[in-house]
């Protein structure tokens, strides 16, 4: 499918080609070479960010001058061309939208995570405070040591999480 696609799309582009060459040598004016422009291998290059759920490479991408084209010169009756610029305006903010709701997750998936583990820090804590009173020793260590794996990985959670933007507001300590 995706060769006969670039099979039909590089038979167009020869045809235009030709057709551009047939226009200089039968002494087209600059306004209509400005208006047909010379076809050129990056226009014809198809941009898979477009059609990706997870594309992030939109603000680069702007499409070929002959997407813009108004070939029958009937700028009163743009629906089509309207319509196209529309859809696309709405890939992009779907794509962008999609991306904002990542941020999120992932902001809330860090705050989560972060308050499970002082959670279970303060938990073994709880334990060990037990254990040592009821003069279960051993058990006691065992919960120390866990309460510090615990503190260990928040500690570490927030300074990846400082480290990760500056002027990301700090977690509640």
């Not at 705050?111 to 804590?125: D, E, G, L, Q, S």
Request: charged share 25%; aromatic share 12%; proline share 2%.
């Amino acid at each position: 499918m995706v060769n006969s696609i670039d099979i039909s799309v590089r038979q167009q582009a020869a045809i235009y080609k030709r057709c551009r060459e047939a226009m200089i040598a039968l002494g087209a004016d600059t306004d209509t070479l400005t208006r047909f422009q010379q076809l050129q291998k990056s226009h014809m290059a198809i941009h898979t960010a477009a059609f990706s759920q997870n594309a992030h490479d939109h603000r680069s991408s702007n499409l070929p001058w002959f997407w813009c084209m108004d070939i029958p010169r009937t700028t009163s009756s743009k629906n089509w061309l309207t319509e196209f610029y529309r859809i696309h305006w709405l890939r992009a903010k779907a794509v962008k939208d999609r991306w904002e709701e990542e941020e999120d997750l992932l902001m809330s998936e860090f705050h989560w995570t972060m308050n499970f583990f002082k959670f279970r820090a303060k938990k073994w804590n709880k334990k060990c405070l037990s254990f040592k009173a009821a003069g279960l020793h051993g058990a006691a260590c065992y919960a120390a040591r866990q309460k510090a794996v615990y503190d260990r990985l928040a500690e570490q959670g927030a300074s990846k999480w400082l480290n990760m933007s500056p002027e990301i507001q700090p977690l509640n300590q």
